[in-house]
């Protein structure tokens, strides 16, 4: 730093105080001027900022929107988005009455009209009121009680509460069951693509679950396995349990009559688990719930034993000419012996990272010479993502909540429907 007028190494020449050094700064200003270069060094660069400082300001902005009274704000808006309703599908009156003609010939509704309600007579032609809704009145001039054409569907629930058009009810049926093995729409997604709302949407998928539920109950318990098949288990969900509960006081006193030299942690963790069987080449499955059973917390899942197997009764819905793949819990052969069965047990090592294994021949007719659960993996892992992952672990009811078993169990049996059925729809409309 050398001063241009005076030649001083202690200041410049904006600093300089030699006199006459302001004319010289001026004149030197005026001749740059002329020359055409910028008038000051501050030329050009940003203004300071005007007002009082913002620090923090915005930080506080954005804390609001995710916690607090803002994030509860946000929240219900995008609860309110997702329940608006949409503009949906095109009706027409000709279509009303159509979706009746074409859900009598499925199934969905009596093939015949039933008969009045009060007093048992015979009802007329099909009316179209407002909103799309279809009715029919008795002719009895004495009675002329008039109700709606899916009042006659036993399986919807709340009928009388059901704001839905016959042509609505059919396209939910086809969205509801439309892709192979897939899980059913949520209701949300169904709800947009019908301009409805979330409630009645809600309902008929239940109505249609706890439908599926019921004839894969039944279907599980003929269906038996041959040639491969595929056995393993698998932990579902995991809930707390404390060492005072009195909803399973019976398992606390178990593991603690088992561990009587072993201090009880202060909780302990219940694997909702589920013993399952495959048939390679096909799609056809059997699901069944394991015992409860107790571990202390931080505990891994426990492995199914012989006597959850024998508990379960899977074994008989495999024939004894089967060839069972398994990954490495023996419980499945010691179980097979004790009810004298007797498929043959290939194992895979998962515990030592062996997933896979080429066998030097076929064990038995019909069987497969690649060891492993690579289907019956692929399948759990399907299953575990057609339960709702916002569905509770226990009940909401009652004081003592006990684990929500049995909701999760029909999220089950539908996926098990499904992936049993190639036409989904056409299954649906038989049962």
Same mark, same amino acid.
């Given at each position: 730093?050398?001063?241009?007028?005076?030649?001083?190494?202690?200041?410049?020449?904006?600093?300089?105080?030699?006199?006459?050094?302001?004319?010289?700064?001026?004149?030197?200003?005026?001749?740059?001027?002329?020359?055409?270069?910028?008038?000051?060094?501050?030329?050009?660069?940003?203004?300071?900022?005007?007002?009082?400082?913002?620090?923090?300001?915005?930080?506080?902005?954005?804390?609001?929107?995710? $916690?607090? $009274?803002?994030?509860?704000?946000?929240?219900?808006?995008?609860?309110?988005?997702?329940?608006?309703?949409?503009?949906?599908?095109?009706?027409?009156?000709?279509?009303?009455?159509?979706?009746?003609?074409?859900?009598?010939?499925?199934?969905?509704?009596?093939?015949?009209?039933?008969?009045?309600?009060?007093?048992?007579?015979?009802?007329?032609?099909?009316?179209?009121?407002?909103?799309?809704?279809?009715?029919?009145?008795?002719?009895?001039?004495?009675?002329?009680?008039?109700?709606?054409?899916?009042?006659?569907?036993?399986?919807?629930?709340?009928?009388?509460?059901?704001?839905?058009?016959?042509?609505?009810?059919?396209?939910?049926?086809?969205?509801?069951?439309?892709?192979?093995?897939?899980?059913? $729409?949520?209701?949300?997604?169904?709800?947009?693509?019908?301009?409805?709302?979330?409630?009645?949407?809600?309902?008929?998928?239940?109505?249609?679950? $706890?439908?599926?539920?019921?004839?894969?109950?039944?279907?599980?318990?003929?269906?038996?396995?041959?040639?491969?098949?595929?056995?393993?288990?698998?932990?579902?969900?995991?809930?707390?349990?404390?060492?005072?509960?009195?909803?399973?006081?019976?398992?606390?006193?178990?593991?603690?009559?088992?561990?009587?030299?072993?201090?009880?942690?202060?909780?302990?963790?219940?694997?909702?688990?589920?013993?399952?069987?495959?048939?390679?080449?096909?799609?056809?499955?059997?699901?069944?719930?394991?015992?409860?059973?107790?571990?202390?917390?931080?505990?891994? @899942?426990?492995?199914?034993?012989?006597?959850?197997?024998?508990?379960?009764?899977?074994?008989?819905?495999?024939?004894?000419?089967?060839?069972?793949?398994?990954?490495?819990?023996?419980?499945?052969?010691?179980?097979?012996?004790?009810?004298?069965?007797?498929?043959?047990?290939?194992?895979?090592?998962?515990?030592?990272?062996?997933?896979?294994?080429?066998?030097?021949?076929?064990?038995?007719?019909?069987?497969?010479?690649?060891?492993?659960?690579?289907?019956?993996?692929?399948?759990?892992?399907?299953?575990?993502?057609?339960? @709702?992952?916002?569905?509770?672990?226990?009940?909401?009811?009652?004081?003592?909540?006990?684990?929500?078993?049995?909701?999760?169990?029909?999220?089950?049996?539908?996926?098990?429907?499904?992936?049993?059925?190639?036409?989904?729809?056409?299954?649906?409309?038989?049962?």
């Amino acid at each position: 730093m050398v001063c241009s007028l005076c030649g001083s190494k202690k200041h410049n020449l904006r600093t300089c105080t030699l006199p006459g050094a302001a004319q010289h700064r001026s004149m030197h200003r005026e001749l740059l001027k002329l020359k055409g270069a910028v008038p000051n060094a501050q030329a050009g660069r940003k203004p300071r900022r005007l007002g009082a400082p913002t620090t923090g300001r915005f930080q506080a902005q954005r804390s609001l929107r995710y $916690s607090g $009274s803002g994030r509860a704000k946000l929240r219900k808006a995008v609860a309110n988005k997702k329940r608006a309703k949409t503009v949906g599908l095109t009706q027409t009156s000709d279509g009303q009455l159509q979706a009746v003609k074409d859900l009598r010939r499925d199934g969905f509704l009596p093939a015949k009209p039933l008969k009045c309600m009060t007093c048992r007579g015979p009802v007329g032609q099909m009316q179209l009121r407002a909103k799309g809704h279809v009715w029919v009145r008795c002719i009895d001039t004495d009675c002329r009680v008039a109700r709606n054409v899916l009042s006659e569907a036993s399986w919807l629930p709340d009928v009388s509460r059901q704001p839905w058009t016959p042509m609505q009810l059919q396209a939910a049926l086809r969205l509801s069951t439309a892709g192979f093995g897939k899980q059913a $729409s949520t209701p949300y997604a169904l709800a947009r693509s019908l301009g409805t709302t979330y409630k009645p949407t809600s309902r008929f998928l239940e109505a249609v679950r $706890s439908l599926e539920a019921a004839a894969s109950e039944k279907l599980n318990a003929r269906t038996m396995l041959d040639k491969a098949v595929e056995v393993d288990g698998t932990c579902l969900r995991t809930l707390r349990v404390s060492r005072w509960s009195k909803t399973y006081a019976n398992l606390v006193q178990e593991w603690q009559a088992k561990h009587a030299h072993q201090a009880s942690p202060d909780y302990f963790l219940l694997h909702l688990r589920a013993l399952g069987a495959t048939q390679r080449g096909t799609q056809k499955c059997v699901f069944v719930p394991a015992p409860l059973r107790l571990v202390p917390a931080g505990s891994v @899942p426990p492995p199914e034993s012989c006597e959850d197997v024998l508990c379960t009764r899977l074994l008989k819905r495999i024939r004894s000419q089967a060839t069972c793949y398994a990954d490495g819990a023996m419980a499945w052969d010691r179980a097979a012996v004790r009810q004298g069965k007797r498929m043959a047990f290939v194992h895979v090592k998962h515990n030592k990272s062996i997933f896979t294994r080429a066998l030097r021949s076929k064990p038995r007719k019909g069987a497969s010479s690649l060891a492993g659960t690579q289907q019956i993996d692929r399948v759990w892992m399907h299953v575990k993502a057609s339960i @709702p992952k916002g569905m509770h672990n226990k009940k909401s009811d009652g004081c003592h909540r006990e684990a929500n078993a049995d909701r999760i169990w029909k999220y089950i049996r539908q996926f098990q429907f499904r992936r049993m059925h190639t036409d989904v729809f056409t299954a649906l409309s038989k049962l």
